[in-house]
């Protein structure tokens, strides 16, 4: 299994970094790497992403979520060929909110240093700083 993580204190409300990971009719407007949405964001929800990177192909995820403080998207091929899980934790830190990211990637083709499933082409770093701006903003609002 392969990982990779990122994190920031975000000058934002809990409620305002979840509503900015939550909302997929903005998803495609700021820098998330997210270039079309086809559902929703909900508990058990399924949804397909088209992000930069993949051309035509899309990524259908399933969605779980603790609301307002821990989401996963987990996307996989048939048979273990590959699973990438993305977490998303929220958590309150004095008058900011401390968010975590971690991209967990593992199955056959991960192990052989083939394909594996990508939500995005920025980093899980760059998705943060984006979270991080777009939420700050939002909540100055």
């Given at each position: 299994?392969?990982?990779?993580?990122?994190?920031?204190?975000?000058?934002?409300?809990?409620?305002?970094?979840?509503?900015?990971?939550?909302?997929?009719?903005?998803?495609?407007?700021?820098?998330?790497?997210?270039?079309?949405?086809?559902?929703?964001?909900?508990?058990?929800?399924?949804?397909?992403?088209h992000?930069?990177?993949?051309?035509?192909r899309?990524?259908?995820?399933?969605?779980?979520?603790?609301?307002?403080?821990v989401m996963?998207?987990?996307?996989?091929?048939?048979?273990?060929?590959?699973?990438?899980?993305?977490?998303?934790?929220l958590?309150?830190?004095?008058?900011?909110?401390?968010?975590?990211?971690?991209?967990?990637?593992?199955?056959?083709?991960?192990?052989?240093?083939?394909?594996?499933?990508?939500?995005?082409?920025?980093?899980?770093?760059?998705?943060v700083?984006?979270?991080?701006?777009?939420?700050?903003?939002?909540?100055?609002l």
């Amino acid at each position: 299994m392969h990982s990779l993580e990122s994190e920031a204190l975000i000058n934002a409300r809990t409620s305002t970094v979840w509503a900015v990971l939550t909302d997929t009719g903005n998803l495609t407007v700021w820098e998330s790497g997210i270039t079309a949405v086809d559902g929703e964001l909900r508990n058990g929800g399924r949804v397909r992403f088209h992000t930069t990177g993949t051309g035509r192909r899309s990524i259908r995820v399933r969605v779980q979520q603790l609301p307002g403080s821990v989401m996963t998207w987990t996307a996989s091929l048939p048979l273990g060929l590959s699973k990438t899980t993305r977490t998303f934790t929220l958590a309150p830190a004095d008058s900011l909110t401390r968010f975590h990211v971690r991209d967990e990637h593992s199955g056959l083709l991960h192990l052989l240093g083939g394909h594996t499933l990508h939500f995005a082409d920025p980093s899980v770093a760059d998705f943060v700083r984006s979270v991080k701006k777009r939420a700050e903003l939002l909540d100055r609002l």
